[in-house]
């Protein structure tokens, strides 16, 4: 029987990437959207949502349950008492260094062992949230790829937004680089919210 307790972060990651490398299969990608299509499709198709009011939507639902997931999956209290302690230690070590002491030095490296580990399962702790937050994640990006007016045409038009420092620009088109702008307002929306609900919850930053 596996230990989830001791196996759950490293079968985490290799959900997580699994569900990663699905975005490249086309097909898994469309049949997941047209699914999520019969859900959202009406606020769009019925009610007229516009396409980035449903953006805005969806990704203040995403930075909510993402926010919730963590809270209760992570202990903050342990990583910010992690974070104190390696602080103090670093402080330490430094002083120990710049006086030469290396008795001092030895055991303090010896101590550092230890610490280095609590980070590690403190950093491997959090791979189980990031494959719950992607699972229902996934699955709303397929829909709005699904559902992104191709460049060019009335509706991919109709859909553009004043956005700052690029001003008018289509949902379709790429706001930089390599970044789409419908990627670049999802971002600023879900991390908006996501602000706000960490701060009413008191969840610390990752």
């Known amino acids: 029987m596996v230990d989830l307790k001791k196996h759950g972060p490293t079968i985490a990651l290799l959900f997580t990437m699994l569900v990663m490398l699905s975005y490249g299969i086309e097909w898994i990608r469309v049949t997941v959207g047209l699914a999520m299509d019969a859900v959202l499709g009406p606020f769009i ?122 001003g008018a620009v289509s949902l379709s088109e790429m706001a930089f680089w390599i970044v789409p702008a419908w990627i670049l307002w999802y971002m600023i929306c879900s991390l908006t919210v996501s602000q706000v609900i960490r701060k009413s919850l008191n969840i610390g930053g990752l």
């Open 45 to 166: 198709d019925t009610l007229g949502v516009p396409f980035f009011v449903m953006i805005l939507i969806l990704s203040s639902i995403t930075g909510l349950y993402s926010s919730l997931v963590q809270k209760y999956t992570i202990d903050y209290e342990k990583m910010q008492e992690t974070q104190a302690k390696m602080k103090v230690f670093q402080k330490e070590f430094r002083e120990a260094q710049l006086s030469g002491d290396e008795k001092r030095v030895k055991k303090l490296q010896g101590k550092q062992e230890r610490m280095m580990q609590d980070q590690l399962d403190l950093s491997r702790q959090q791979f189980t949230p990031m494959a719950i937050i992607l699972v229902l994640s996934v699955p709303i990006f397929f829909w709005l790829l699904l559902r992104l007016p191709e460049v060019g045409t009335p509706v991919a038009i109709a859909s553009g937004i004043v956005m700052p420092f690029l």
